[in-house]
């Protein structure tokens, strides 16, 4: 694999990332939250939740074409996403590392992430990694103006 480009996302960056984003969200998550939330999350609704996180947001391109990205708020590594294209090249792992530099980075001593109970792949990857899962999170989630409560677990980080 090509060594993975990271950087700060940009506005033009929207309509891929978004992209990615639908479509790996629904890959993981549907059948296991809520069927409004799922059906709230739509492409047109992924977009503007984009756009909204371009701040927080930094992308990972390989061969010139963004294949992955992670959002960071604070301490909390909000999203993590990778091409299906890309899955199992260790492009996860180098988002992980970063976002996790950056909760660090940000002054923050434990980092942590919400994982859908039922996202066995997501939670292999994060225990691998050295992400301790630290028990139930019932996760609130507005979505088309509705509130969900999306099952969860919390995991954590000692990032410093």
Same mark, same amino acid.
């Given at each position: 694999?090509?060594?993975?480009?990271?950087?700060?996302?940009?506005?033009?960056?929207?309509?891929?990332?978004? !992209?990615?984003?639908?479509?790996?969200?629904? !890959?993981?998550?549907?059948?296991?939250?809520?069927?409004?939330?799922?059906?709230?999350?739509?492409?047109?609704?992924?977009?503007?939740?984009?756009?909204?996180?371009?701040?927080?947001?930094?992308?990972?391109?390989?061969?010139?074409?963004?294949?992955?990205?992670?959002?960071?708020?604070?301490?909390?590594?909000?999203?993590?996403?990778? !091409?299906?294209?890309?899955?199992?090249?260790?492009?996860?792992g180098r988002l992980l590392d970063e976002a996790e530099r950056q909760v660090a980075q940000g002054g923050h001593d434990v980092a942590w992430l919400a994982v859908v109970v039922d996202n066995a792949r997501a939670r292999r990857f994060y225990e691998r990694r050295g992400w301790a899962d630290e028990g139930d999170l019932p996760y609130e989630v507005t979505a088309a103006g509705e509130t969900f409560i999306s099952p969860c677990r919390r995991y954590t980080k000692k990032v410093r």
């Open positions: 694999m090509e060594t993975p480009t990271l950087r700060p996302a940009t506005v033009d960056d929207v309509p891929v990332v978004a !992209d990615l984003w639908h479509r790996g969200w629904h !890959d993981a998550h549907a059948g296991h939250v809520p069927d409004g939330l799922t059906a709230a999350r739509t492409l047109p609704a992924f977009r503007e939740r984009t756009a909204a996180a371009v701040p927080v947001t930094t992308v990972a391109e390989v061969g010139g074409r963004v294949a992955g990205f992670v959002m960071v708020v604070d301490d909390e590594v909000e999203q993590v996403f990778v !091409d299906a294209d890309h899955r199992g090249t260790g492009l996860a």
